[in-house]
């Protein structure tokens, strides 16, 4: 089945840094989102983003798709950023189905 | 607007005992998916519904049951709860396989 990487696994930042995350998976996928897990647990979709860049605030994505790599970026980092973010794809007709990669769980430091 | 609605939001179950997990959303979605979350594994797909009225095997559904009871609602069932169930459980919905998921509060369960 496809694998789905994300790197890093850990990321400890001041607040006000900028970051990158990054999603490497090993097929071609025609789903792809990115989620937030807050301390809390809650999970918050952030982008549907299967090709193409999108902007939300502070946040945008980029999904390379020929690539097969999706990158998050956080700008002017809060500590209300701190939490684990997930890449999950989904491909073929089963599109539906999300992959999910470990995470990468960020650390934001006043 | 609740979204997607799980309970119970924590469970203590003994080996053997059964258990429905319940959850409903509110926002005319036609998908529904339970995943289960384990520390260091992320989200694995146990059962899903791409619509009102057929259900399909996911990626851990050993030990599980679903039954789609109509659009809103999606519930799962641990028939004989085994300590490898101790996990937090998510329900997510969409409006269709092509879409952004929502996801609910979850359910953390544990199996003595």
Known sequence: ?110 | NAGVTQTPKFQVLKTGQSMTLQCAQDMNHNSMYWYRQDPGMGLRLIYYSASEGTTDKGEVPNGYNVSRLNKREFSLRLESAAPSQTSVYFCASSIGPGYGYTFGSGTRLTVV
Not at chain 1, 18 to 34: A, K, P
Not at chain 1, 43 to 60: A, E, W
Request: charged share 10%; with cysteine.
């Open chain 1, 1 to 110: 089945g496809i694998q789905v990487e994300q790197s890093p696994p850990d990321l400890i930042l001041q607040e006000g840094a900028n970051s990158t995350l990054r999603c490497n998976f090993s097929d071609s996928v025609n789903n792809l989102q990115w989620f937030h897990q807050n301390p809390w647990g809650q999970l918050i979709n952030l982008f549907y983003i299967p090709s193409g860049t999108k902007q939300n605030g502070r946040l945008s994505a980029t999904t390379v798709a020929t690539e097969r790599y999706s990158l998050l970026y956080i700008s002017s980092s809060q500590t209300t950023d701190s939490g684990v973010y997930f890449c999950a794809v989904g491909y073929g007709g089963s599109q539906g189905n999300l992959i999910f990669g470990k995470g990468t769980k960020l650390s934001v430091k006043p």
